[in-house]
């Protein structure tokens, strides 16, 4: 449904036939570029500048034979520029010696503007000296051919730069309706994760500060994490991963979001009941092979404990101090595996002042090559002992994921207060 | 062999023509070792420095599979195996189609350069080599090929993501298998056309044979298209399941599923929704709308459909909406028509901005209404759709016979 009020940056539906794709097909006419149809360079725009009209006469009759079907005119640089200006055809064949507004002055003035900045620019001189070739190279000519014309080189220079042109605009138009589609989608994907106040709240309410480093791929994917208001000075916290990556990925994220509102106020309370209904629900939508990992877990600010499951998520760290971190010891299949698998809790301490870490794999991976979990335990309790803790990780992670980049990765910060 | 001029020489726009070309590879291919020499100090001087030299055709042939390079500088006149025949080999073969073959020779007559052209050059210089020139060229190409693969790239990579997504979107929809088991269970044939305007749309549908032997079915349109409007239509299938094999009447269950969406969509969004049941017993289609299409119903031997009401509250702007109860008479025979506001917003020209509206369409379908072949009816009706004008929205049409 198109709608007012709607944003799309798009801007317009995309035509039926080019929704497929494919419809890039040989024309068998040519040897070297067989990507374009016929008929779509047959039907680009060509401008002709030249000062003579038996030139123009004589350009316009070869490109006639070929069959191209919108040839315009001008016979002067001035002309040329209030036509362009009008209406930018995909192609200029431009005449160098003329009077008023030569060529290397139309090509110049064509550069200077961006909307002309790209236009192929074909030269036909009788220029043979090679410093005026280099003076048309220089003022932006894209190519040159050289008077008197001939028919054969003409139209192969003619096809080749239109040929480019087409194809090169249908992969912008491509590339730029696909973008605003997943910036649109990546949107909407943060809109799914909690908005910073909100999550800090639920936290203090149970004695914790919370702080949350996530990262959203633009080409979307898998990650999610959330938080669970609970009575009694507790909260519940999930971190989930579906595994593959872009649009997909994040077609099943919503799935298993949708699934966690419906399931969260009934079995929050308690991790393992919440895990197993949300296998049970998820096997059902998930196809085979589509699969998430996942940690929820219920913070106890009173007790001082952290209960959670796992669906092959990655442990839960918790470092109070002593340097020495614990993992959680709680596993499970991932989620949509197998309906009906029954997911156990493990109970965790969570002396005050400690800090409970929750982190995708991809964090895990970024800090700690070997994947144990010691080299980012050192690295969080390294940072939790000069004092900067979250904001030291984060730096790190971001110095460690910078030069990889695209894929998406988070990391949950809990630190249950010193002090009542 | 000429000693290069400083690089200083060369005009400011042809050493900014070849920046950024440090990564290309370009293969020289000359039987004069001076030339190629030329040529080599040239290019590097170009800032191109991955440069392989062959000696003729068939050299330069064997080199191509190892050296891969982005542009060829070919000479015609070789021993062995000549330009004009390794640019035909080259093009004959689909990997190197596309890739610039800028001859370089001392053949000035026009029919030698028409000739390489027809062979499939891409450009042609004579000797002796105009280093500006040469250079301006090499990078024009170079550049060409650059921006052409980094776009082909990112084609390729999304038209895979996104073809996987689709497929995903295709699989929430019901198959051919359930349907036969439905019609064989029902006697209620369903034919179905989804057609999202770019991969992935925000329209949906689901049909399901009830316990109690009647049928629910359902049709919505989300705001927007494409990936964004496909995400929601996932978090919908999600809480269709969730409460769709409880027993609630269709007005209950719209207010259900706007409850929930009203707690998940940003602001901004939301969708029309048309849920109903056949009830084969007392031949009736009980249904409710949020802001959908009329729905039409026709029975044996009427000449027109009849349009139902669609009006009501889209979904997931206001949570404490309800909606009415609606029916229409569905007896044995009858048929019923649900569709996208795609259907009826085709524009039909005139002068205000006019649509083809329920009216045209419920015209247009008046032609086919007792056509016995389901599938022939609905793609008649949709030939006649594309026939109006452009649809450039998502497009889903069901039409469902009750059999017996």
Same mark, same amino acid.
């Not at chain 2, 979904?315 to 229409?328: C, E, I, K, P, Q």
């Given at each position: =449904?198109t709608?007012?009020g709607?944003?799309?940056?798009? *801007? $317009?539906?995309?035509?039926?036939?080019d929704?497929?794709?494919?419809?890039?097909?040989?024309?068998?006419?040519?040897?070297?570029?067989?990507?374009?149809?016929?008929?779509?360079?047959?039907?680009?725009?060509?401008?002709?500048?030249?000062?003579?009209?038996?030139?123009?006469?004589?350009?316009g009759?070869f490109?006639?034979?070929?069959?191209?079907?919108?040839?315009?005119?001008? #016979?002067s640089?001035?002309?040329?520029?209030?036509?362009?200006?009008?209406?930018?055809?995909?192609?200029?064949?431009?005449?160098?010696? =003329?009077?008023g507004?030569?060529g290397?002055?139309?090509?110049?003035?064509?550069?200077?503007?961006?909307?002309?900045?790209?236009?192929?620019?074909?030269?036909?001189?009788?220029?043979?000296?090679g410093?005026?070739?280099?003076? #048309?190279?220089?003022? *932006?000519?894209?190519?040159?051919?050289?008077?008197p014309?001939?028919?054969?080189?003409?139209?192969?220079?003619?096809?080749?730069?239109?040929?480019?042109?087409?194809?090169?605009?249908?992969?912008?138009t491509?590339?730029?309706?696909v973008?605003?589609?997943?910036?649109?989608?990546?949107?909407?994907?943060?809109?799914?994760?909690?908005?910073?106040?909100?999550?800090?709240?639920?936290?203090?309410?149970?004695?914790?500060?919370?702080?949350a480093?996530?990262?959203?791929?633009?080409n979307?994917?898998?990650?999610?994490?959330?938080?669970?208001?609970?009575?009694?000075?507790?909260?519940?916290?999930?971190?989930?991963?579906?595994?593959?990556?872009?649009?997909?990925?994040?077609?099943?994220?919503?799935?298993?979001?949708?699934?966690?509102?419906?399931?969260?106020?009934?079995?929050?309370?308690d991790?393992?009941?919440?895990?197993?209904?949300?296998?049970?629900?998820?096997? $059902?939508?998930?196809?085979?092979?589509?699969?998430?990992?996942?940690?929820?877990?219920?913070?106890?600010?009173?007790?001082?404990?952290?209960?959670?499951?796992?669906?092959?998520?990655?442990?839960?760290?918790?470092?109070?101090?002593?340097?020495?971190?614990?993992?959680?010891?709680?596993?499970?299949?991932?989620?949509?595996?197998?309906?009906?698998?029954?997911?156990?809790?493990?109970?965790?301490?969570?002396?005050?002042?400690?800090?409970?870490?929750?982190?995708?794999?991809?964090?895990?991976?970024?800090?700690?090559?070997?994947?144990?979990?010691?080299?980012?335990?050192? !690295?969080?309790?390294?940072?939790v002992?000069? *004092?900067?803790?979250?904001?030291?990780?984060?730096?790190s992670?971001g110095?460690?994921?910078?030069?990889?980049?695209?894929?998406?990765?988070?990391?949950?910060?809990?630190?249950?207060?010193?002090?009542? | 062999?000429?000693?290069?001029?400083?690089?200083?020489?060369?005009?400011?726009?042809?050493?900014?023509?070849v920046?950024?070309?440090?990564?290309?590879?370009?293969?020289?291919?000359?039987?004069?070792?001076?030339?190629?020499?030329?040529l080599?100090?040239?290019?590097?001087?170009g800032?191109?420095?991955?440069?392989?030299?062959?000696?003729?055709?068939?050299?330069?042939?064997v080199?191509?599979?190892?050296f891969?390079p982005?542009?060829v500088?070919?000479?015609?006149? !070789?021993?062995? !195996?000549?330009?004009?025949?390794?640019?035909?080999?080259?093009?004959?073969?689909?990997?190197?189609?596309?890739?610039?073959?800028?001859?370089?020779?001392?053949?000035?007559?026009?029919?030698?350069?028409?000739?390489?052209?027809?062979a499939?050059?891409?450009?042609?210089?004579?000797?002796? +080599?105009?280093?500006?020139e040469?250079?301006?060229?090499?990078?024009i190409?170079?550049r060409?090929r650059?921006?052409?693969?980094?776009?082909?790239?990112?084609?390729?990579?999304?038209?895979?993501?996104?073809?996987?997504?689709?497929?995903?979107?295709?699989?929430?929809?019901?198959?051919?298998?359930?349907?036969?088991?439905?019609?064989?269970?029902?006697? +209620?044939?369903?034919?179905?056309?989804?057609?999202?305007?770019?991969?992935l749309?925000?329209?949906?549908? *689901?049909?399901?044979?009830?316990?109690?032997?009647?049928?629910?079915?359902?049709?919505?349109?989300?705001?927007?298209?494409?990936?964004?409007?496909?995400?929601?239509?996932?978090?919908?299938?999600?809480?269709?399941?969730?409460?769709?094999s409880?027993?609630?009447?269709?007005?209950?269950?719209?207010?259900?599923?706007?409850?929930?969406?009203?707690g998940?969509?940003?602001?901004?969004?939301f969708?029309? !929704?048309?849920?109903?049941?056949?009830?084969?017993?007392?031949?009736?289609?009980?249904?409710?709308?949020?802001?959908?299409t009329?729905?039409?119903?026709?029975?044996? $031997?009427d000449?027109?459909?009849?349009?139902?009401?669609?009006?009501?509250?889209?979904?997931?702007?206001l949570?404490?909406?309800?909606?009415?109860?609606?029916?229409?008479?569905?007896?044995? $025979?009858?048929?019923?028509?649900?569709?996208?506001?795609?259907?009826?917003?085709?524009?039909?020209?005139?002068?205000?901005?006019?649509?083809?509206?329920?009216?045209?369409?419920?015209?247009?379908?008046?032609?086919?209404?007792?056509?016995?072949?389901?599938?022939?009816?609905?793609?008649?009706?949709?030939?006649?759709?594309?026939?109006?004008?452009? +649809?450039?929205?998502?497009?889903?049409?069901?039409l469902?016979?009750?059999?017996?």
């Amino acid at each position: =449904m198109t709608a007012d009020g709607w944003h799309n940056p798009g *801007g $317009g539906a995309i035509p039926q036939s080019d929704a497929g794709h494919s419809d890039v097909q040989g024309s068998g006419d040519r040897p070297c570029e067989c990507r374009i149809p016929d008929c779509t360079v047959l039907d680009c725009p060509i401008l002709v500048v030249d000062d003579t009209a038996f030139n123009r006469t004589l350009i316009g009759a070869f490109l006639a034979e070929a069959g191209f079907r919108q040839v315009s005119f001008a #016979a002067s640089g001035f002309e040329a520029l209030a036509m362009i200006e009008a209406a930018i055809p995909d192609l200029l064949i431009l005449d160098i010696m =003329m009077p008023g507004m030569d060529g290397f002055e139309v090509c110049r003035r064509l550069r200077a503007m961006p909307e002309t900045a790209d236009l192929p620019i074909l030269v036909q001189t009788a220029l043979s000296s090679g410093e005026d070739r280099n003076r #048309a190279f220089a003022a *932006g000519t894209t190519d040159l051919v050289s008077k008197p014309l001939e028919r054969t080189e003409l139209l192969a220079r003619v096809r080749i730069h239109l040929e480019d042109r087409v194809l090169i605009r249908r992969l912008q138009t491509y590339r730029a309706r696909v973008e605003a589609e997943l910036s649109i989608a990546r949107s909407m994907q943060e809109h799914l994760l909690p908005p910073p106040a909100q999550s800090a709240a639920v936290a203090a309410a149970a004695g914790c500060r919370l702080r949350a480093h996530s990262v959203i791929s633009p080409n979307l994917g898998g990650d999610l994490w959330g938080v669970l208001p609970l009575g009694g000075r507790r909260f519940g916290a999930y971190l989930l991963n579906v595994a593959g990556r872009g649009v997909s990925a994040a077609l099943n994220a919503f799935r298993l979001h949708a699934l966690l509102q419906e399931l969260g106020p009934a079995h929050g309370e308690d991790a393992a009941v919440l895990m197993t209904a949300l296998n049970d629900r998820a096997a $059902g939508l998930l196809a085979p092979g589509e699969k998430a990992t996942m940690t929820y877990g219920v913070v106890d600010g009173e007790a001082g404990r952290f209960i959670h499951a796992s669906a092959d998520g990655a442990p839960p760290m918790i470092l109070n101090g002593d340097g020495k971190p614990a993992f959680g010891a709680a596993a499970g299949l991932p989620i949509g595996i197998a309906p009906g698998t029954r997911y156990r809790s493990d109970v965790m301490e969570l002396p005050r002042g400690s800090v409970l870490a929750l982190y995708s794999v991809a964090v895990l991976e970024a800090l700690d090559a070997g994947g144990t979990g010691i080299g980012l335990g050192w !690295m969080i309790a390294r940072a939790v002992a000069e *004092g900067e803790g979250f904001d030291a990780v984060v730096r790190s992670l971001g110095s460690a994921l910078g030069q990889v980049g695209g894929d998406g990765h988070t990391l949950l910060w809990i630190e249950r207060e010193a002090a009542q | 062999m000429s000693k290069s001029p400083p690089s200083d020489l060369l005009p400011a726009e042809a050493r900014d023509a070849v920046d950024g070309l440090a990564g290309a590879r370009v293969l020289i291919v000359d039987d004069n070792r001076i030339n190629r020499h030329l040529l080599l100090a040239l290019l590097e001087r170009g800032g191109i420095t991955l440069i392989e030299q062959a000696e003729d055709g068939q050299d330069a042939l064997v080199l191509m599979e190892r050296f891969k390079p982005d542009l060829v500088l070919l000479d015609l006149m !070789m021993p062995q !195996m000549d330009g004009f025949e390794m640019c035909r080999r080259l093009r004959a073969d689909p990997r190197w189609k596309s890739l610039p073959v800028l001859v370089q020779s001392s053949l000035s007559r026009a029919e030698d350069r028409a000739r390489a052209f027809a062979a499939g050059a891409t450009d042609y210089v004579t000797k002796p +080599i105009n280093a500006v020139e040469l250079l301006a060229r090499v990078g024009i190409q170079l550049r060409k090929r650059a921006m052409l693969r980094d776009l082909e790239q990112y084609h390729s990579r999304t038209e895979n993501e996104l073809e996987l997504a689709r497929a995903m979107q295709a699989r929430m929809l019901p198959g051919p298998e359930r349907l036969a088991e439905l019609e064989a269970a029902t006697g +209620i044939a369903v034919q179905a056309h989804f057609a999202p305007s770019s991969e992935l749309g925000g329209d949906f549908w *689901g049909i399901e044979h009830l316990p109690d032997g009647r049928v629910a079915v359902y049709l919505v349109d989300f705001s927007g298209h494409g990936v964004g409007a496909a995400l929601n239509t996932f978090r919908l299938d999600a809480i269709c399941r969730r409460i769709g094999s409880t027993d609630l009447t269709p007005a209950e269950f719209l207010e259900t599923v706007n409850r929930r969406l009203c707690g998940l969509l940003p602001s901004g969004q939301f969708a029309t !929704m048309l849920t109903g049941l056949i009830d084969p017993v007392a031949g009736e289609f009980h249904y409710a709308s949020a802001a959908s299409t009329a729905p039409m119903v026709w029975h044996p $031997g009427d000449e027109a459909p009849r349009l139902g009401d669609g009006s009501g509250l889209p979904l997931g702007l206001l949570s404490s909406v309800t909606y009415d109860a609606r029916r229409l008479p569905m007896p044995p $025979g009858a048929r019923l028509f649900l569709y996208s506001d795609a259907a009826i917003e085709i524009p039909i020209g005139g002068e205000g901005h006019e649509v083809l509206d329920e009216y045209g369409l419920a015209t247009l379908l008046a032609r086919r209404l007792h056509q016995p072949d389901d599938a022939g009816l609905l793609s008649g009706l949709l030939d006649d759709l594309t026939a109006t004008g452009p +649809i450039d929205d998502d497009l889903t049409a069901l039409l469902l016979t009750r059999r017996r």
